[in-house]
């Protein structure tokens, strides 16, 4: 049975900053591309930072140079180090794994962040 657990949203203040986590169980992990999303109220889930298995990553323009996506294959955990929050990151942050081989992509059940301004 394939997890992502997410953890570490929280409330924070302007210009704060979070970790978040997702860990994995179930699936080999160092295998797939890890990938954060976020969805506001009202609006569209949006895509916010991707992590291969050979640690290559890359962002939305809305969050370089403030967030950070790391992985610890030993651990079957994907970070998101988010530093200089705004009140427009406000939304619940959900991991989501995907292998490039095929087969399913799975999704945690998401971690709420609120940036307060």
């Known amino acids: 049975q394939v997890q992502l657990v997410e953890s570490g949203g929280g409330l924070v203040q302007n210009g704060g900053s979070l970790r978040l986590s997702c860990a994995a169980s179930g699936i080999i992990f160092s295998l797939y591309t890890m990938r954060w999303y976020r969805q506001a109220p009202g609006r569209q889930r949006e895509w916010v930072a991707q992590?291969?298995?050979?640690?290559?990553?890359a962002y939305a323009d809305s969050v370089k140079g403030r967030f950070t996506i790391s992985r610890d294959n030993a651990k079957n955990t994907v970070y998101l180090q988010m530093n200089s929050l705004k009140p427009e990151d406000t939304a619940v942050y959900s991991c989501?794994?995907?292998?490039?081989?095929?087969?399913?992509?799975?999704w945690g059940q998401g971690t709420q962040v609120t940036v307060s301004s």
């Open positions: 992590i291969t298995g050979g640690d290559r990553t």
């Open positions: 989501n794994a995907v292998s490039l081989s095929g087969g399913p992509a799975y």
